[in-house]
T-cell receptor, first 112, second 109 residues
Framework: NAGVTQTPKFQVLKTGQSMTLQCAQDMNHEYMSWYRQDPGMGLRLIHYSVGAGITDQGEVPNGYNVSRSTTEDFPLRLLSAAPSQTSVYFC???????????FGQGTRLTVV | ELKVEQNPLFLSMQEGKNYTIYCNYSTTSDRLYWYRQDPGKSLESLFVLLSNGAVKQEGRLMASLDTKARLSTLHITAAVHDLSATYFCAVGKGDKIIFGKGTRLHILP
């Protein structure tokens, strides 16, 4: 099993550009989430989903959109990139919200 | 609003010593997690604690949960260099899982 796969691994964007970070899991997990990791800040929850068609906001949702059309995929969209969105982004999935989460390898995003 | 605090945020210790990392959280919760992260890598699940008094051990690491005190501890016994990493606790409240800022552990040979 591949587990949780994130693409791309690295990305540089110009301010104002849009892009989608991809996340796919092959474990048939219902629960998926996106976090951003910044130095000294730990991981902050952006958006999460408890199943296909259901998404909700986390701690820092502004500037990001998500959708969950299938169980496997949970893309994160940056609508108009800003330098403050420079970060490492992690996608995670778990069988339910109570189980251990499996994390992708991360996407390192730089906005210039 | 759920807040998760870890302390210390940075710990440098000698091999062979014991130490404890603390994780406090601000509201009632039904589950707590510990993760490990090596530099430049992803997060790896260590423990899932689901009830008051839960204790789990893996090698030199032992985690416990006191839901009444809203406190979890991660105890390191006879530390070895391979345990150098950043350790995160995370707390579940409803459908959200909120992380602490992490404890960067550096074990000196």
């Amino acid at each position: 099993n591949a587990g949780v796969t994130q693409t791309p691994k690295f990305q540089v964007l110009k301010t104002g550009q849009s892009m989608t970070l991809q996340c796919a899991q092959d474990m048939n997990h219902e629960y998926m989430s996106w976090y951003r990791q910044d130095p000294g800040m730990g991981l902050r929850l952006i958006h999460y989903s408890v199943g296909a068609g259901i998404t909700d906001q986390g701690e820092v949702p502004n500037g990001y959109n998500v959708s969950r059309s299938t169980t496997e995929d949970f893309p994160l969209r940056l609508l108009s990139a800003a330098p403050s969105q420079t970060s490492v982004y992690f996608c995670a999935s778990s069988y339910s919200g109570t189980g251990e989460a499996f994390f992708g390898q991360g996407t390192r995003l730089t906005v210039v | 609003e759920l807040k998760v605090e870890q302390n210390p945020l940075f710990l440098s210790m000698q091999e062979g010593k014991n130490y404890t990392i603390y994780c406090n959280y601000s509201t009632t919760s039904d589950r707590l997690y510990w993760y490990r992260q090596d530099p430049g890598k992803s997060l790896e699940s260590l423990f899932v604690l689901l009830s008051n008094g839960a204790v789990k051990q893996e090698g030199r690491l032992m985690a416990s949960l006191d839901t009444k005190a809203r406190l979890s501890t991660l105890h390191i016994t006879a530390a070895v260099h391979d345990l150098s990493a950043t350790y995160f606790c995370a707390v579940g409240k409803g459908d959200k899982i909120i992380f602490g800022k992490g404890t960067r552990l550096h074990i000196l040979p």
